[in-house]
């Protein structure tokens, strides 16, 4: 459990496409066996430590021919951003994928001051 001590609270949200494979013949549309994607995101500002950062598909695009596999994570979390991470196995032929995310952690306080 993250417990914030710090009145600045900050939210931040997004929302984007990670890719859309189907347009170019790229590998999550073509390929088979174990795929991975990382889409590296950027907060509008820095949180004072890492936030926690949650995330979900807001739309996938999936061939009805083969089985839907899919596993969506976070990765490399930092004051300044994070990463998304897509990943699907077997013959799962994934077209494209578009994932929300939301951060909450705590802000920088103009009394804050680091000692070196």
Do not use: C
Not at 54 to 63: A, C, I, K, Y
């Amino acid at each position: 459990m993250l417990r914030l001590d710090n009145r600045n609270i900050g939210v931040d949200q997004g929302s984007m496409i990670l890719f859309s494979d189907f347009e170019h013949d790229g590998v999550m549309w073509t390929g088979t066996g174990p795929r991975a994607t990382t889409v590296k995101v950027q907060f509008s500002k820095p949180f004072r430590a890492p936030p926690v950062v949650t995330v979900g598909m807001s739309m996938w695009d999936m061939d009805q021919k083969t089985n839907a596999r899919a596993d969506i994570s976070t990765g490399e979390i930092t004051r300044e951003g994070f990463e998304i991470v897509f990943k699907t196995w077997g013959d799962t032929r994934v077209a494209r994928v578009r994932a929300d995310w939301l951060a909450i952690g705590e802000l920088p306080h103009e009394d804050d001051w680091e000692v070196y």
